[in-house]
């Protein structure tokens, strides 16, 4: 699998922004591929100003580059004027790191972050060159994951996902690499045999291996296929932040992105429990990152980046149980300086301390923001995430499926 680059390089002259596909940003890699090892490629379907900054592709694009088995590269949807150069050159998707063709990867794995993306799932897989619906895919096209908050909810994109992973990535994608190596190893027999292996990994949901019931446009029931896939999915979590301190090379864009600062996650889930908060409901329990960790994080992360601002996120940064620590020790280190801001971009009225204001003032400009309904008495969803914008035009409407879709 050789580098598009000579191909690609002549049609970044005629699109608005060309540093969106040139890669080498600060803390990306230069993964080597081996034989032997699966290849992934990360795909955020959304432009490179909305996906690079999330920590999720950032995360796992480590993780699977530490391992021995598996290599990671990055792609984000392209815009329009590259789409329609792509497809006039007869170009296929490409990683960013080193410019690969997207058809060549193992895995084709996709963050479905809203969904307003999903029609960029399916342009994504047609420029790549891959069958869109799973039923179609050979043994040797790629395997096509999610996850992501919407894959809580899969059977929109059931007839175009091979597999998708419900709940945290950080541990299940190493147990999906050892599945689909072994299958690599094994000479590939068929998809129908690394499906069934797929499914017994906790937490993944293999659609084609259930059969689904309608009431109308109702869906009413989900049945496995076989006595040895599961009949519940069990979503993955994380026990301990504390084991992924990750990302500890977060990338620097090469261009404005939506939120071009250092961001450490201090905690997951939340600890109101409002329930109409999808990202409250799926990110249980509360898992609080270790107050060290989190100052040791920041140090680190801001003199790797050059960033001027760090971010603080979570649902709600000030229910933080070492948030006043944690300020007080960056504002420690940083005030007479001038040179980093602190922002506590998810915060509710009723949690916000004086103590927290008073020392934050003490330093460069600073972010905040809140949750106005989210007083006593109910709370509110607060996120740091921008609205996602649709980067392509909708190509394909999906179906209803019936009947196990592929």
């Known amino acids: 699998m050789s580098t598009l680059w000579p191909r690609i390089e002549p049609l970044l002259a005629r699109v608005e922004k060309p540093a969106r596909y040139v890669g080498s940003e600060r803390g990306s890699l230069r993964p080597v591929h081996r034989p032997g090892q699966v290849s992934w490629l990360l795909v955020y379907p959304d432009t490179y100003e909305v996906g690079l900054p999330n920590q999720g592709l950032q995360i796992l694009y480590e993780i699977l580059n530490e391992r021995d088995d598996a290599v990671a590269e990055r792609s984000y949807a392209p815009w329009v004027d590259l789409t329609a150069e792509l497809r006039s050159a007869g170009v296929p998707l490409f990683s960013v790191d080193t410019h690969r063709d997207a058809g060549g990867f193992d895995v084709l794995a996709f963050n479905l972050s809203a969904e307003l993306v999903f029609t960029n799932v399916l342009e994504c897989l047609d420029l790549a060159g891959v069958p869109v619906r799973s039923e179609h895919r050979r043994p040797e096209d790629p395997l096509v994951v999610a996850g992501g908050h919407?894959?809580?909810?899969?059977?929109p994109m059931a007839d175009f996902v091979d597999a998708f992973v419900i709940g945290e990535g950080e541990e299940v994608v190493g147990e999906v690499a050892e599945v689909v190596g072994a299958w690599k190893r094994a000479g590939r027999p068929g998809r129908e045999a690394l499906l069934r292996e797929l499914a017994t990994i906790r937490g993944v949901y293999v659609p084609a291996l259930y059969d689904v019931e309608y009431d109308g446009a109702r869906l009413v029931g989900v049945h496995p296929r076989h006595p040895d896939v599961p009949e519940r999915v069990e979503r993955r979590t994380v026990s301990d932040l504390a084991d992924w301190p990750y990302p500890k090379r977060q990338l620097v864009p090469l261009i404005e992105v939506v939120h071009d600062r250092l961001n450490v996650e201090i905690f997951r889930g939340c600890t109101r429990g409002c329930r109409f908060c999808q990202a409250g409901m799926i990110t249980r329990p509360v898992r609080e990152r270790p107050e060290e960790q989190v100052r040791t994080m920041v140090r680190d992360g801001l003199a790797r980046t050059g960033y001027e601002e760090v971010a603080l996120t979570s649902l709600s940064s000030a229910d933080?149980?070492?948030?006043?620590?944690?300020?007080?020790?960056l504002v420690n280190e940083q005030e007479g300086c001038g040179n980093v801001s602190v922002s506590l971009p998810s915060l509710r009225v009723d949690a916000f301390s004086?103590?927290?204001a008073s020392e934050i003032q003490k330093i460069r400009r600073t972010g905040l923001t809140f949750a106005p309904e989210g007083g006593p008495g109910g709370s509110a969803r607060s996120s740091?995430?921008?609205?996602?914008k649709r980067t392509s035009t909708p190509r394909w409407t999906p179906p209803t499926r019936r009947g196990g879709g592929g």
């Open 354 to 356: 004086v103590g927290v």
């Open 384 to 388: 740091t995430s921008a609205s996602p």
């Open 150 to 155: 919407c894959a809580f909810n899969p059977e």
């Open 320 to 329: 933080f149980s070492g948030i006043d620590g944690v300020v007080a020790h």
